[in-house]
């Protein structure tokens, strides 16, 4: 068995298409055997589609798929494929994918490019691409944990590569990358430009008004009389 | 000895005087009148600006000020923000039109918040759930602007530390890329 298997959504809420993109991205990288990636276009080899929506075209779906899941309820009495109860979680979409691919069997799929979100370890930083949040997250992302907050607050400033996210949020590895696969889910990351661009953006750039000079120390400092 | 400054912003209400005195060393210094705009039903408002105080070990100092919240006043906002570290704009969830009052801010600071850090603070979202806090982020992006979005309760002092947290974070950020 070679390359990857698809699978997509259809007819999802934003909220709950992103969920989904981001634990695939989470069991590819922390399952072992797992054979799935996300993908936003047909033809898929899975595909997850919103119970309730009885207006998605039963025959498209069967073109565009070899195998179904309807979340929460079939889409029809006759619905052929299986079903996935909400809310959805991991283990509910892994037993799932499981299932399908042991019932495709053998196949061959032309492999997908993985992309590169988090780069392998003994990369050079200068080397490991930087990323920046694209707008705020939504609530449901953030549960109102204080890591998570901190973490999308830094990338809302500037782009930052995952050495530069672990030292400003003095926060381990695993955390990190597993709150950037998340913001990836939810396709609210952009890739920043190289250092050469960065440099010729910022010179073109109108100048803003003057900030005070700040020290590094004064940030502890406040953080230590506050309690923080 | 250097001195900084934090500002808080918002609309009539929105808990400006509330957060400054969660955290400020000294009683802060609130120079209110009695409030005589009927569309709100606040007994006092802040007329010249709210005041606190912070001391840092070596003797420096971060003033917190609270601007007034009317947009009648914009012009002491832009004379306040010059040289602070952050600014904290704090919305009310009850009022009838949070998103519109935040245009204001958003449009009042729309110089310094090239480059200032600022984070929203959303008050009272338990009993008032819209406009959701996806909504004001949704503000900010046709502003084109990425900034944090809070639900908190300004009578809570951690949250009004969490605010101050988040501004510090941004700092930091700045600091990482100016070095």
């Known amino acids: 068995m070679s390359g990857l298997l698809r699978v997509g959504v259809l007819g999802l809420a934003e909220s709950e298409a992103g969920l989904v993109r981001a634990l695939i991205k989470l069991m590819e990288q922390n399952v072992n055997g797992f054979r799935w990636a996300f993908s936003s276009q047909p033809p898929y080899d899975a595909l997850l589609v919103d119970g309730p929506r009885t207006d998605l075209p039963q025959d498209l779906l069967r073109q565009a798929s070899r195998a179904w899941a309807s979340l929460g309820q079939p889409v029809t009495a006759q619905w052929p494929g299986d079903v996935v109860q909400r809310p959805i979680n991991m283990l509910k979409l892994q037993q799932w994918l499981s299932g399908v691919q042991e019932a495709l069997g053998n196949f061959e799929t032309e492999p997908m490019p993985l992309e590169p979100l988090a780069p392998a370890q003994d990369s050079a930083p200068s080397t490991q691409p930087r990323f920046q949040l694209k707008r705020w997250p939504p609530a449901e992302l953030l549960h109102g944990d204080k890591h998570r907050i901190r973490l999308a607050t830094l990338m809302s400033r500037r782009a930052l590569n995952l050495g530069e996210l672990m030292s400003l949020s003095r926060l381990p590895e695993e955390r990190c990358v597993t709150f950037l696969h998340l913001l990836h889910g939810f396709d609210l990351l952009v890739q920043a430009p190289s250092a050469a661009d960065s440099r010729h953006e910022q010179a073109a750039a109108p100048t803003a008004p003057a900030r005070p000079r700040v020290e590094r120390g004064l940030i502890q400092r406040l953080r230590d009389r506050l309690g923080l | ?179």
């Not at chain 2, 110089?111 to 900010?140: F, K, Q």
């Not at chain 2, 009004?160 to 941004?170: E, F, R, S």
């Open chain 2, 1 to 179: 000895m250097h001195e900084y400054k934090i500002l808080f912003t918002g609309a009539m209400g929105a808990g400006k005087t509330t957060a400054i005195a969660a955290v400020s060393e000294v009683p802060p210094v609130v120079t209110d009148v009695l409030n005589n705009d009927v569309s709100n039903a606040k007994a006092t408002t802040t007329v010249g600006l709210d005041y606190g105080l912070l001391t840092l070990e070596g003797g420096d100092r971060v003033r917190l000020f609270g601007t007034p919240g009317q947009a009648r006043f914009d012009f002491l906002w832009r004379i306040l923000v010059r040289n602070s570290l952050g600014l904290v704009i704090l919305s009310d969830n009850s009022q009838a039109d949070p998103l519109a009052h935040l245009e204001i801010y958003l449009q009042g600071f729309r110089d310094e918040l090239a480059s200032l850090p600022c984070v929203i603070g959303v008050g009272r979202t338990e009993a008032h759930g819209s406009p959701r806090l996806d909504e004001y982020a949704e503000v900010l992006a046709r502003h084109g602007l990425v900034l944090p979005v809070l639900a908190v309760d300004v009578r809570q002092r951690d949250d009004v530390l969490l605010l101050i947290d988040t501004l510090l974070a941004q700092v930091e950020a700045q600091l990482e890329g100016d070095a």
